[in-house]
């Protein structure tokens, strides 16, 4: 065979292995709702609102961040972008997109309020549009939101954010919340009142730690705000002790290895820690961050992870169940989704 035609094989040995990635049922838990706005999308909000269309739009290869502030910085960009309540009309139909050609059965995706409601738009009225679009594309059933803070805007807007949270979330289908932002500077840690009042709501909890910022952010999360998540999370990887607490607490990780990449927090996907994480017996799943932003599907985190990590399908099912489980769904919702992913699987692993 020559060098070529083994290049072609090679092609389309990938290429059937993504498309049935593509096909199989899945769970996501870590998508923040701007970042699935799709370029044609934004650029007609872009266009009807008079905003300037952020850069990443015009290149035509994957963009590479060089730096947080600059990926702050464009997804800002696109938050300007949904200038009215009825522009996330238009997003949440990417949004009924993206579940439907990955074959994704449940999904929890995290909305930060305070960009918009410092514009004056109100938290009510976008999340009266994005309920009404859930049943609108019928996929009302398939998504919870959960409602972040960043946490370099401080407590005092994080407060503001949350108590709103705390008294309507049963009304929007808000299952928890989050802490995203710079970790630098901003320990997690002052949020542990906000997360405890999180918890007596019955509300779940997550939070962005150990991706830009240290192990010590992890270890805050952990033992100040009492998660049952972490966002990334790939810091602990040098702390065997912090390894350990997250793999006895059965704490789950959000890995978004794209993401990772993209914003250039690991160089390449062989050296990302999500085969350590795993080898130390932390519960964790794979998500896409911000798919369209990136210009990724679900199926193609599966699919580098399996490529370069040395995955197989089993290990791709289980990490989906790790996903139920730490999913902010009821017992019996977990249980009935258990059943539909072991289904869909079946024949493959
Ligand atoms: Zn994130």
Same mark, same amino acid.
């Given at each position: ?10 092609t389309?040995i ?5 498309r049935? /990635?593509?096909?199989?049922?899945k ?12 370029p #044609?999308?934004l650029r $007609? ?6 905003v ?6 015009q290149a $035509?290869? #994957? ?8 990926f702050?910085?464009?997804?800002h960009? +696109? ?7 009825g522009?996330?009309a238009?997003?949440? #139909?990417?949004?009924?997109?993206y579940?439907?050609?990955?074959? !994704? /059965?449940?999904?929890? +995706? @995290?909305?930060?309020? =305070?960009?918009? /409601?410092? *514009?004056?738009?109100?938290? #009510?009225e976008?999340?009266?549009?994005l309920?009404?679009?859930?049943? @609108? ?7 919870h939101?959960? +409602?972040d803070?960043?946490?370099d ?5 994080g407060t503001?954010?949350?108590e709103q949270? =705390? ?6 289908? !808000?299952?928890? &919340?989050?802490?995203?932002g710079?970790?630098?500077g901003?320990?997690p840690?002052e949020? *542990? ?7 007596e ?7 962005h730690?150990g991706e ?5 952010? !992890?270890?805050?999360?952990?033992? @100040?705000l009492g ?5 990334h999370?790939i810091?602990?990887?040098?702390? *065997?002790?912090?390894?350990? !607490? ?6 789950? %990780? ?21 085969r ?5 017996g ?9 798919? @369209?932003?990136?210009?990724i599907?679900? $199926?193609d ?6 490529e ?11 990490s989906?169940l790790?996903?139920?489980?730490? $999913?902010? %769904?009821?017992?019996? *919702?977990?249980?009935? /989704? ?9 024949? &493959?692993?």
């Open positions: 065979m020559t060098h070529l035609a083994r290049q072609e094989e090679q389309r990938h290429e059937d292995a993504r049935q /990635l593509q096909h199989l049922p769970v996501e838990l870590h998508l923040h709702l701007e970042g699935m706005m799709r #044609a999308t $007609s909000l872009c266009e009807k609102n008079q300037p269309l952020p850069a990443h739009v $035509s290869e #994957a963009h590479y961040f060089a730096t947080f502030d600059e702050v910085y464009t997804y960009r +696109i938050c300007q972008a949904l200038a009215q309540p522009d996330f238009l997003l949440m #139909a990417d949004v009924a997109a579940l439907r050609r990955n074959h !994704i /059965l449940y999904a929890e +995706i @995290a909305w930060t309020p =305070f960009l918009y /409601l410092n *514009r004056g738009l109100r938290f #009510a976008v999340m009266e549009v309920n009404e679009a859930l049943e @609108a594309h019928n996929i009302a059933d398939r998504v939101f959960l +409602i803070v960043q946490r805007h401080g407590l005092e807007v503001r954010v949350f949270v =705390f008294a309507t979330h049963n009304q929007w289908r !808000i299952a928890g &919340v989050g802490l995203t710079q970790e630098e901003f320990p840690a949020y *542990r009142q906000l997360y405890h009042q999180a918890r709501c019955g509300l779940g909890t997550t939070a730690a830009y910022g240290t192990a010590k952010d !992890i270890w805050q999360g952990v033992q @100040a998660v049952q998540r972490i966002g999370g810091r602990a990887v040098h702390d *065997r002790a912090l390894l350990d !607490i997250l793999a006895n607490q059965q704490i789950h %990780l959000e890995i978004c290895p794209t993401s990772n990449v993209r914003l250039q927090r690991v160089l390449t996907y062989s050296a990302h820690p999500v350590t994480l795993w080898q130390a932390i519960p964790l799943g794979l998500n896409t961050d911000n798919p @369209a932003l990136f210009g599907d679900l $199926s985190e599966y699919h580098k992870v399996m370069h990590q040395g995955f197989g399908l089993r290990e791709m099912y289980q989906l790790h996903s139920v489980q730490a $999913s902010f %769904l009821s017992a019996e *919702r977990k249980h009935a /989704l258990r059943q539909q992913l072991t289904q869909g699987w079946r024949d &493959v692993c």
